[in-house]
């Protein structure tokens, strides 16, 4: 099982990114997909989740500015993330889950939003 996740760099405020997650290893189309993220000194928080089925939800410091989506033919889940601000600084995480032994972590990627 590999969750590789990219396009984490270094933002102005106000700029986008899009972060992708490649899968491998599990059945992707069945898995609950979502980002988290861990600022220094905090603990990891969900930022937004898409279902097996499509369905979506969001942290509310992130609604209206990020997006979640996925492409199961591609075995890949993305976050577009617009309007950044410096406090959504942190290392991002893409996480699958189906039932309880089937949870999955993929390894960071570094979101900086500084001037």
């Known amino acids: 099982v590999q969750l590789q996740a990219s396009g984490g760099g270094l933002v102005q405020p106000g700029g986008s990114l899009r972060l992708s997650c490649a899968a491998s290893g599990f059945p992707f189309s069945r898995y609950a997909m979502g980002w988290y993220r861990q600022a220094p000194g905090k603990q990891r928080e969900l930022v937004a989740a898409i279902t097996s089925g499509g369905s979506t939800n969001y942290a509310d410091s992130v609604k209206g500015r990020f997006t979640i989506s996925r492409d199961n033919a591609k075995n890949t889940v993305y976050l577009q993330m617009n309007s950044l601000k410096p406090e959504d600084t942190a290392v991002y995480y893409c996480?699958?889950?189906?039932?309880?032994?089937?949870?999955?972590w993929g390894q960071g990627t570094q979101v900086t939003v500084s001037s």
């Open positions: 996480r699958g889950w189906y039932h309880i032994g089937y949870d999955y």
